[in-house]
């Protein structure tokens, strides 16, 4: 088993898969209770484009996919609480737009070929030591954010009219916690993948609301789901030499399945 | 300390306001003392929520004016000496993975401002709420698997855990069967006697509440009635609320 870790590309996977499992449920279990995960989705294709723009200009694709998913996060909060349109159909805006403007990019540019398929499934391969200082960076932001603010997110997740009734700025931390998604999603890229990070971060906390506990635990438990997928994923992915998104999200999905099978058979 | 029941902690003056065309109140104007406890009644559509999510600033009056505790509701900032107690059917995710402790706790978190963890003393504040409504043999319990009265228990341990001087309820019995809706008026009328806390009450239940509160004021779009429940109910005002037809049954208790 130890022979897997002479090789550089799985280390620097390892790295990045463990950073990115460690923060991905401190914003999956906001976004999966304040109803959000379509959000998520949504901010993975306009990431597509962002990647597309940076492969077309030869820019390192993560920071053209963040910004594209910084913006739009902030454009798509902005429209919900607008309420000039319907919150979803403002999501399908920008996800049928953002693909549409991938695809004509990656059209004018002739295609990627292999690069292109490595953003929209994860392929650790590509991850390169720039790649995790940038994801180490990024995710340290995100974790400090939601520590620091843990308590008015969890109020405004809850409540969001009691905790403006309590003059907390819901607005501004509406805003602030859409910005950090659209962060965690840009650096899962690499590791997970456009198509799949919404599982990344849906998954662990479905899972682990399942054993109905109270907030703190709920999230423990969707960081030891998140973590221990992730680490298996890639290890098994190495192994059968196939996508480590595809076989980190299965792995989510089995867990899933265990628990509801165990908590099933708890109640009767 | 003693409560002046002459000073006014909520000015309503001259307000009006409308949903597009439709007016939901008119020229309304209306004091709250300190040591009150009043409920607002009236028919569905008559403005109750309306008015007193304009007296949490929820929402702006096209007309008129509010102030808080003597200030200009714009300028008010110490929202903390506010207790909420929302419409709980409507707010309220039963899956949400939180305990009655953790709820709680939120009372604390705006009176605690940004970047303030919770020390000691906020954590006996919050027992001290749970003990006041009965639920501390229940703290470490998910919120969702409580009956609705002890919910709605929860939620004003909530509002107490903030230390406030005023707590508004948007019709907090909704859903709590009878025998526990007399526990929580008895609740109620503790927090209003021995905690001098002012009560705000949104109630639809004109029959029950009034043999509740010190005072009623009753909106259908303009303040129909203001004052004490006994000369409400001997008066002609729930035809002019109601319509003709409508018959309550004054239990005396």
Not at chain 1, 144 to 150: A, P
Not at chain 2, 139 to 145: C, F, P, S, T, Y
Not at chain 2, 164 to 176: C, Q, R, S, W
Not at chain 2, 188 to 204: A, V
Request: hydrophobic share 50%.
């Amino acid at each position: 088993m130890l022979e897997i870790f002479q090789y550089g590309f799985i280390v620097r996977g390892l790295e990045a898969g463990i950073l990115i499992g460690l923060i991905a449920p401190l914003i999956g279990i906001f976004l999966v209770l304040r109803r959000y995960s379509l959000i998520a989705d949504t901010l993975s294709h306009v990431s597509l484009a962002g990647v597309a723009i940076g492969l077309l200009f030869k820019i390192n694709p993560l920071w053209t996919a963040l910004g594209a998913s910084a913006i739009s996060s902030i454009a798509i909060e902005r429209l919900r609480v607008s309420k000039k349109i319907y919150g979803e159909t403002a999501l399908s805006i920008f996800l049928s737009g953002s693909l549409a403007l991938a695809v004509v990019i990656i059209g004018l540019a002739h295609g990627f070929s292999v690069d292109l398929f490595s953003y929209l499934f994860g392929s650790i391969v590509t991850v390169k030591q720039t790649d995790i200082f940038l994801i180490f960076g990024l995710g340290a932001l995100i974790a400090i954010s939601i520590f620091l603010f843990y308590k008015e997110l969890v109020y405004i997740a809850f409540d969001e009219e009691a905790a403006t009734v309590a003059g907390l700025p819901v607005k501004i931390f509406n805003t602030l916690f859409v910005l950090l998604a659209a962060v965690m999603i840009a650096i899962s890229i690499p590791i997970i993948g456009i198509l799949l990070i919404s599982a990344l971060l849906v998954l662990p906390t479905i899972t682990a609301l399942q054993l109905k506990k109270g907030f703190k635990t709920t999230l423990l438990w969707a960081e030891i789901f998140s973590i221990f997928s992730i680490i298996s994923g890639i290890i098994t992915s190495f192994y059968l030499n196939i996508s480590s998104g595809g076989t980190i999200v299965l792995i989510m999905l089995m867990i899933f399945g265990v628990v509801l099978l165990i908590k099933n058979y708890d109640q009767k | 300390m003693p409560i002046d029941h002459q000073k006014n902690i909520i000015e309503v003056k001259d307000i009006s306001f409308s949903y597009g065309d439709v007016e939901v109140l008119k020229n309304i104007t209306l004091d709250i003392h300190e040591g009150d406890y009043i409920s607002l009644i009236g028919p569905n559509g008559g403005g109750k929520t309306t008015l007193l999510k304009i007296m949490l600033g929820l929402i702006i009056p096209q007309n008129g004016a509010v102030k808080l505790f003597g200030k200009d509701i714009k300028d008010f900032k110490d929202w903390s000496k506010f207790g909420y107690v929302p419409q709980k059917a409507i707010n309220f995710d039963p899956l949400f993975p939180i305990t009655v402790r953790e709820v709680v706790a939120m009372g604390r978190y705006g009176k605690k401002g940004l970047l303030k963890w919770l020390n000691k003393k906020d954590q006996e504040i919050i027992d001290d709420a749970l003990t006041q409504v009965e639920m501390s043999n229940h703290a470490n319990r998910l919120i969702g698997n409580l009956s609705s009265g002890q919910q709605q228990r929860v939620f004003i341990a909530r509002a107490l855990a903030g230390e406030p001087k005023v707590i508004f309820l948007d019709e907090p019995t909704v859903g709590v069967d009878v025998k526990n809706q007399e526990e929580f008026y008895t609740l109620l009328t503790h927090l209003n006697r021995d905690l001098n806390i002012t009560l705000i009450l949104i109630s639809h239940d004109v029959d029950v509440v009034s043999h509740q509160v010190t005072e009623l004021a009753c909106l259908n779009q303009t303040l129909v009635y203001h004052g004490e429940p006994k000369k409400f109910m001997k008066g002609h005002y729930l035809d002019e609320l109601y319509g003709k037809n409508a018959r309550f049954v004054d239990h005396k208790h």
